[in-house]
């Protein structure tokens, strides 16, 4: 073989691997990129109630002329 297609050949395999690399990239990323809206929409979604303790005001304590 010459070099020629020896260069050729490696040429065309890099773009097909880059172009696979590609599609399976865009579907990872679409697949991950639904998943996380889906939960975020689910999230946002839902009424969250939280209780909160009571505030409770304390005591005045004395003031300076009483110390």
Same mark, same amino acid.
């Given at each position: 073989?010459?070099?020629? !297609? @020896? /260069?050729? #050949? @490696? +040429? +065309? #395999? ?13 579907? +990872? /990323?679409?697949? @991950? /990129?639904?998943? @996380?809206?889906?939960?975020?929409? !689910? !999230?946002?979604?839902?009424? +969250?109630?939280?209780?909160? %303790? %009571?505030?409770?005001? %304390? #005591? %005045? ?7």
């Amino acid at each position: 073989m010459s070099w020629f !297609k @020896v /260069f050729s #050949a @490696v +040429v +065309v #395999a890099n773009i097909v691997s880059w172009i696979i690399i590609s599609i399976i990239g865009w579907l +990872v /990323f679409f697949v @991950v /990129f639904d998943s @996380v809206t889906d939960f975020m929409g !689910k !999230k946002m979604g839902e009424q +969250v109630s939280q209780e909160f %303790p %009571p505030i409770a005001v %304390p #005591a %005045p304590g004395p003031s300076s002329s009483e110390i």
